[in-house]
């Protein structure tokens, strides 16, 4: 009897291991089937990164003056210490957005054993971590989402670590954490003064009080200290107080109502490049998540997480309506998911131990059923997204197939004028001027918006052009000044159409001025994409 006593914890453990164990493997099997998954913001990042590694500093183009273009300076930084280190900075930061993805599987496994679930109540929650379509998505792209998920997940371990047992090294965790989500993206701010007046609120009635304020209100003036050092130095660096994506994407270029119309229209039903509408997802898991609430019958103090998660899921959420996403999974929104699992994980393990009454065997079916019904969620949305990529896959290799041409073909130090400024400038290795009109890259066109003269200024070697015609030129609105200006039929030639998808048959349509060259078969040469 004493031998079973001492085995039994062992074998518990150890099947709780090998849940991890699952969990990871089947989230990085859904990842690895994401190849190629790289959206053209990611290869702002990287040359971003690569600039600053090689001494150009945090510049879109060389010897420019710097210009913040990027939402992302963690990442940025974290990437150019791989390129400084001798590393691929492409595939550095798949390998990394792949490990941050993993790590916060294994995080949320971590936070489901404090809180008690093991078994079954800990396989249901484990699912659905690791079939978070979103999430493997963004650990698949390159991009700083995972990063920023784990950051979220990590902050939240943190407070609700302050909220069942405070200590110094708790408050200096969370002061470091914050620190970090606010600088890996500008939003990243708004969480630890919400989550410093929540622990306030969640303050002991006991003699550690006066400690506890104390510790708070460290940790409030700490990551102040460092926020603000970053911000004045980022001011001073940039000369601007808002990134350039910020003027571009957010209120000061478009109507707010219209973003927020518009993302919301993204969320449930497909949209550009038929993008599969996620709001279903995210809603069921919220809804979940509520119901948690719902049908709480005490507050316990281990609840403060599911509340943390909650709010900050609220928040966020609303801040990001406010930005149009246009990429496959909601990318901003996809980190937040993350925030879900915890109250998510609550309500399945209710739902679980509901079934006792009923008996073994009927309880093991109706838990089954709960199980089936969360993998099959998860997997439905990555199979969505799957489909999704393969016209990401398409557009990154017809645009890294251009840039290449464009690097052999042009001078150095010959500008390009494209709108998608990530993989083709990247692979060109040109100065690059950003003609869409919510610019990202250039801070004149990203306050004043499109500007013909600006870009004619500079004389560009080739101007490019995004097209939803391969045989003839159906141009973005916005661009039909750059075309129809004189400058335009006078100077420049068409050299090459590159197909990148069949749906709405998108293509890109390349004209090089008239005193560049074209050497005996470099025109043959140029890609065709998908013909």
Same mark, same amino acid.
């Given at each position: 009897?004493?031998? #079973?006593?001492?085995?039994?914890?062992?074998?518990?453990?150890?099947?709780?291991?090998?849940?991890?164990?699952?969990?990871?493997?089947?989230?990085?099997?859904?990842?690895?089937?994401?190849?190629?998954?790289?959206?053209?913001? %990611?290869?702002?990042?990287?040359?971003?990164?690569?600039?600053?590694?090689?001494?150009? *500093?945090?510049?879109?183009?060389?010897?420019?003056?710097?210009?913040?273009?990027?939402?992302?300076?963690?990442?940025?930084?974290?990437?150019?210490?791989?390129?400084?280190?001798?590393?691929?900075?492409?595939?550095?930061?798949?390998? =990394?957005? @792949?490990?941050? *993805?993993?790590?916060?599987?294994?995080?949320?496994?971590?936070?489901?054993?404090?809180?008690?679930? #093991?078994?079954?109540?800990?396989?249901?929650?484990?699912?659905?971590?690791?079939?978070?379509?979103?999430?493997?998505?963004?650990?698949?792209?390159?991009?700083?989402?995972?990063?920023?998920?784990?950051?979220?997940?990590?902050?939240? %371990?943190?407070?609700?670590?302050?909220?069942?047992?405070?200590?110094?090294?708790?408050?200096?965790?969370?002061?470091? @954490?914050?620190?970090?989500? %606010?600088?890996?993206?500008?939003?990243?701010?708004?969480?630890?003064?919400?989550?410093?007046?929540?622990?306030?609120?969640?303050?002991?009635?006991?003699? !550690?009080?006066?400690?506890?304020?104390?510790? @708070?209100?460290?940790?409030?003036?700490?990551?102040? @200290?460092?926020?603000?050092?970053?911000?004045?130095?980022? /001011?001073?660096?940039?000369?601007?107080?808002?990134?350039?994506?910020?003027?571009?994407?957010?209120?000061?270029?478009?109507?707010?109502?219209?973003?927020?119309?518009?993302?919301?229209?993204?969320?449930?039903?497909? !949209?550009?490049?038929?993008?599969?509408?996620?709001?279903?997802?995210?809603?069921?898991?919220?809804?979940? %998540?509520?119901?948690?609430?719902?049908?709480?019958?005490?507050?316990?103090?281990?609840?403060?997480?599911?509340?943390?998660?909650?709010?900050?899921?609220?928040?966020?959420?609303?801040?990001?309506?406010?930005? /149009?996403?246009?990429?496959?999974?909601?990318?901003?929104?996809?980190?937040?998911?993350?925030?879900?699992?915890?109250?998510?994980?609550?309500?399945?393990?209710? +739902?679980?131990?509901?079934?006792? !009454?009923?008996?073994?065997?009927?309880?093991?079916?109706?838990?089954?059923?709960? /199980?089936?019904?969360?993998?099959?969620?998860?997997?439905?949305?990555?199979?969505?997204?799957?489909?999704?990529?393969?016209?990401?896959?398409?557009?990154?290799?017809?645009?890294?197939?251009?840039?290449?041409?464009?690097?052999?073909?042009?001078?150095?130090?010959?500008? +390009?004028?494209?709108?998608?400024?990530?993989? +083709?400038?990247?692979?060109?290795?040109?100065?690059?001027?950003?003609?869409?009109?919510?610019?990202?890259?250039?801070? !004149?066109?990203?306050?004043?918006?499109?500007?013909?003269?600006?870009?004619?200024?500079?004389?560009?070697?080739?101007?490019?052009?995004?097209?939803?015609?391969?045989?003839?030129?159906?141009?973005? #609105?916005?661009?039909?000044?750059?075309?129809?200006?004189?400058?335009?039929?006078?100077?420049?030639?068409?050299?090459?159409?590159?197909?990148?998808?069949?749906? =709405?048959?998108?293509? +890109?349509?390349?004209?090089?001025?008239?005193?560049?060259?074209?050497?005996?078969?470099?025109?043959?040469?140029?890609?065709?994409?998908?013909?």
């Amino acid at each position: 009897m004493v031998k #079973s006593n001492v085995i039994a914890p062992k074998i518990s453990e150890w099947g709780d291991v090998a849940i991890l164990a699952i969990a990871v493997c089947l989230f990085e099997m859904l990842a690895l089937r994401l190849p190629g998954a790289f959206p053209d913001d %990611a290869f702002i990042s990287f040359r971003y990164a690569e600039h600053l590694a090689d001494g150009w *500093g945090l510049a879109f183009n060389p010897g420019s003056s710097p210009v913040e273009g990027y939402s992302n300076f963690l990442w940025v930084l974290i990437l150019a210490g791989c390129r400084a280190l001798g590393f691929d900075v492409p595939t550095a930061a798949t390998t =990394l957005s @792949l490990a941050f *993805g993993l790590a916060v599987v294994a995080l949320a496994w971590g936070l489901f054993r404090k809180r008690g679930y #093991s078994g079954f109540r800990l396989l249901v929650p484990m699912v659905l971590a690791a079939t978070c379509g979103p999430l493997v998505l963004y650990s698949a792209s390159g991009m700083e989402t995972s990063l920023h998920a784990l950051l979220l997940l990590g902050i939240v %371990a943190a407070v609700s670590r302050i909220a069942a047992s405070p200590n110094v090294w708790a408050f200096v965790l969370f002061s470091v @954490l914050a620190t970090l989500l %606010a600088l890996n993206r500008p939003e990243g701010v708004l969480a630890p003064p919400l989550l410093i007046f929540f622990l306030y609120w969640q303050r002991p009635a006991d003699s !550690h009080r006066r400690r506890y304020r104390y510790g @708070l209100g460290s940790s409030l003036v700490l990551f102040l @200290l460092f926020w603000g050092a970053y911000s004045i130095w980022r /001011v001073a660096y940039f000369g601007s107080f808002w990134p350039t994506p910020f003027l571009s994407k957010g209120g000061f270029t478009t109507s707010l109502l219209e973003a927020i119309r518009t993302n919301i229209q993204f969320f449930f039903s497909r !949209h550009n490049n038929h993008f599969a509408p996620l709001g279903y997802y995210f809603g069921l898991l919220f809804l979940l %998540a509520s119901m948690n609430f719902l049908t709480r019958e005490t507050r316990k103090p281990e609840q403060a997480a599911d509340w943390i998660g909650l709010i900050l899921f609220l928040i966020y959420g609303a801040a990001y309506l406010a930005f /149009v996403d246009w990429m496959p999974g909601m990318r901003y929104h996809a980190p937040l998911l993350v925030l879900l699992f915890l109250p998510t994980a609550g309500l399945s393990g209710k +739902i679980i131990d509901s079934f006792r !009454h009923y008996g073994e065997k009927r309880r093991a079916w109706a838990s089954w059923v709960v /199980v089936l019904t969360v993998c099959l969620m998860g997997l439905w949305t990555t199979a969505q997204l799957e489909l999704d990529v393969a016209s990401l896959t398409s557009t990154k290799q017809t645009y890294a197939a251009v840039g290449q041409w464009l690097d052999r073909e042009l001078p150095a130090n010959a500008w +390009i004028v494209v709108s998608d400024v990530g993989i +083709i400038p990247y692979y060109a290795r040109r100065p690059t001027l950003d003609s869409n009109p919510r610019s990202l890259t250039d801070a !004149h066109m990203a306050r004043h918006g499109l500007d013909t003269d600006y870009i004619y200024s500079h004389n560009p070697a080739a101007l490019l052009f995004i097209s939803f015609s391969s045989a003839e030129p159906r141009f973005y #609105s916005q661009h039909e000044a750059i075309v129809s200006d004189p400058r335009f039929s006078a100077d420049y030639r068409r050299v090459g159409v590159a197909r990148m998808e069949w749906y =709405l048959d998108r293509s +890109i349509w390349v004209y090089l001025r008239n005193d560049i060259p074209s050497p005996p078969g470099a025109v043959e040469q140029f890609p065709k994409g998908l013909f």
